[in-house]
């Protein structure tokens, strides 16, 4: 039952550095999101995609980039991390393209810009 | 556009106690409401969701939500509550991204304390 998945759980950078966060689920689910958590701002959408190969802007995709070469599989990108992109990231999966659908999150990645 | 308001950031509460955490929405369109809890240092889980048909919802440990309409509200109540229950409780709304797939608005949560 591993569901979504993301590694690394936690990274420290140095502004200016890049790095990609990986996840990966394994329930065939067509649609993929990245999150972003800060406290008291609730989670907010970076990027998401629809399937294998396409990708869209969230709310706050500014300094950040993403790929999505396999189904089952959705990079996040900083090229250039900034102190700003300190937070927690989650990435998450649905099926199906009703607004009921339950999205499925995976545990965070912790990230800290120096 | 949508967005949700959940006013309690914090909510304190003594075990077997019960508990609102309150959620209310904005929405030009037809809505599907849900509650995610988050323990420390997890990810998000889905506690309930509204979708359509009875206004009531419940959860497999207790929880309830009620949809109002009019109110604009969804609501999460327990009538006792554990120490086991201490996460950050989110409300959010969900609706349909351009192209496919569903996006959802989350409030800016409320950290439920239980205490003995």
């Known amino acids: 039952n591993a569901g979504v998945t993301q590694t690394p759980k936690f990274r420290v950078l140095k502004t200016g550095q890049s790095m990609t966060l990986l996840c990966a689920q394994d329930?065939?689910?067509?649609?993929m999101y990245w999150y972003r958590q800060d406290p008291g701002m609730g989670l907010r959408l970076i990027h998401y995609s629809v399937g294998e190969g396409t990708t869209a802007k969230g709310e706050v995709p500014d300094g950040y980039n993403v790929s999505r070469l396999k189904k089952q599989n959705f990079l996040l990108g900083l090229e250039s991390a900034a102190p700003s992109q300190t937070s927690v990231y989650f990435c998450?999966?649905?099926?199906?393209?009703?607004?009921?659908?339950?999205?499925?999150f995976g545990e965070g990645s912790w990230l800290t810009v120096v | 556009a949508q967005s949700v308001t959940q006013l309690d950031s914090q909510v304190p509460v003594f075990e077997e106690a019960p508990v609102e955490l309150r959620c209310n929405y904005s929405?030009?369109?037809?809505?599907?409401l849900f509650w995610y809890v988050q323990y420390p240092n997890q990810g998000l889980q889905l506690l309930l969701k509204?979708?359509?048909?009875?206004?009531l919802v419940e959860s497999i440990n207790g929880f309830e939500a009620e949809f109002n309409k009019s109110q604009t509200s969804f609501h999460l109540r327990k009538p006792s509550v554990h120490i086991s229950d201490t996460a950050e409780y989110f409300c959010?709304?969900?609706?349909?991204?351009?192209?496919?797939?569903?996006?959802?608005?989350f409030g800016t949560g409320t950290q439920l304390k239980v205490e003995l």
């Open positions: 329930m065939n689910h067509e649609y």
């Open positions: 929405s030009s369109v037809s809505v599907y």
């Open positions: 959010a709304v969900s609706y349909i991204l351009t192209g496919g797939g569903n996006k959802l608005t």
């Open positions: 509204y979708l359509s048909g009875s206004t």
């Open positions: 998450a999966s649905s099926t199906g393209q009703s607004s009921g659908n339950t999205i499925y």
